[in-house]
């Protein structure tokens, strides 16, 4: 059973930085993709970050690229987004996704990852 739990949103000013954790269960790290989606409201969801587990490769929207940084701690099976030069428009519900799962609730393309399971979300507000 996959489960992923987000940690670390909350309001920030233009230009400042939040790190966001996902804390994640029943995935095998080295062998699967996993990122980070958001949603604003009266927004499409907008996948902005993906890392392939196996090799530590990533890819972000080019909406966030060069502020956004995902990581991954295999150890601790955590996920981290490190968001820096936070924009108003950054704003959004942020969900941990993975192409683990059985998809219960549909595909959701992160960038390049096709996510079948995603956690809760932890709200960003940027000011």
């Known amino acids: 059973h996959v489960q992923l739990v987000e940690s670390g949103g909350g309001s920030v000013q233009a230009g400042g930085s939040l790190r966001l954790s996902c804390a994640a269960s029943g995935i095998t790290f080295s062998r699967s993709c996993m990122g980070w989606f958001r949603q604003a409201p009266g927004k499409e969801r907008e996948g902005v970050a993906v890392?392939?587990?196996?090799?530590?490769?990533?890819l972000y929207a080019d909406s966030v690229k060069g502020r956004f940084t995902i990581s991954q701690d295999k150890a601790k099976n955590t996920l981290t987004l490190q968001m820096n030069s936070l924009k108003p428009e950054d704003t959004a519900m942020y969900y941990c996704?993975?192409?683990?799962?059985?998809?219960?609730?549909?595909?959701?393309?992160?960038?390049?990852?096709?996510?079948?399971?995603w956690g809760q979300g932890t709200q960003v507000t940027v000011s």
């Open positions: 996704a993975s192409d683990a799962g059985r998809g219960e609730r549909g595909i959701v393309m992160v960038v390049t990852c096709p996510a079948r399971s």
């Open positions: 890392i392939y587990t196996g090799d530590g490769s990533t």
